[in-house]
């Protein structure tokens, strides 16, 4: 059940278009309380990579390479119905709903489609980990690809304070 302005929304809103109406007003929100001048992220959804099912429906994740383009559009792809086409979705609900306003999407997803290989359900030590604890496709390994995450929001971060600086240098002349 969605709410707007302290009334029920009538008639009841699919779940899609519940979540494009919160996107859009916290954008809306954001971009009237945060000066434009200021760096805006919004980072994308961290994919999961199961496969052969959801993790409570014999879903899997224990893969020790990375994914070539095939598999890629197989999983992710919404119009293939892939099983993680999740993300995808969303991202593209974020996409629209940052549309036009000064906050940037830093898109993480594609890097991390491609490691499949970078969750810990197949690098626990032991053989039977995964039969001991579990699957574990949601969270990753460290060092790895959060380490690369990082990379790329530092490269965002530097170009937009060297773009501030440039801006203020052309400004002084």
Same mark, same amino acid.
């Given at each position: 059940? *969605?709410?707007?302005?302290? $009334? #029920?929304?009538?008639?009841?809103?699919?779940?899609?278009?519940?979540?494009?109406?919160?996107?859009?007003?916290?954008?809306?929100?954001? =971009?009237?309380?945060?000066?434009?001048?200021? #760096?805006?992220?919004?980072?994308?959804?961290?994919?999961?990579? *199961?496969?052969?099912?959801?993790?409570?429906?014999?879903?899997?994740?224990? *893969?020790?390479?990375l994914l070539d383009d095939r598999k890629l559009d197989e999983w *992710?792809?919404?119009?293939?119905?892939?099983?993680?086409?999740?993300?995808?979705?969303?991202?593209?609900?974020? $996409?629209?709903?940052? /549309?036009?306003?000064?906050? /940037?999407?830093?898109?993480?997803?594609?890097?991390? =489609?491609?490691? +499949? @290989?970078? /969750?810990? +359900?197949?690098?626990?030590?032991?053989?039977?980990?995964?039969?001991?604890?579990?699957? @574990?496709?949601? /969270?990753?390994?460290?060092?790895? #690809?959060? @380490?690369?995450?990082? @990379?790329? #929001?530092?490269?965002?971060?530097? =170009?937009?304070?060297? +773009?501030?600086?440039?801006?203020?240098? !052309? !400004?002084?002349t």
């Open positions: 059940m *969605f709410h707007k302005e302290g $009334k #029920l929304i009538s008639p009841t809103l699919r779940i899609r278009d519940g979540l494009h109406i919160v996107l859009q007003s916290m954008a809306s929100y954001i =971009e009237n309380t945060i000066p434009r001048d200021r #760096l805006k992220l919004w980072r994308t959804q961290s994919p999961r990579h *199961f496969y052969g099912g959801e993790w409570n429906q014999n879903g899997s994740c224990t *893969f020790d390479t *992710f792809d919404p119009k293939k119905g892939g099983v993680n086409r999740e993300a995808r979705e969303l991202n593209s609900i974020i $996409k629209y709903a940052l /549309h036009r306003t000064s906050i /940037h999407q830093l898109d993480l997803t594609h890097l991390s =489609e491609l490691r +499949a @290989d970078a /969750h810990p +359900a197949l690098w626990l030590g032991r053989k039977d980990a995964v039969a001991i604890w579990g699957q @574990d496709c949601m /969270h990753w390994c460290l060092p790895g #690809l959060p @380490d690369t995450w990082v @990379d790329v #929001l530092s490269a965002v971060i530097i =170009e937009h304070l060297n +773009a501030k600086r440039r801006c203020l240098l !052309s !400004s002084d």
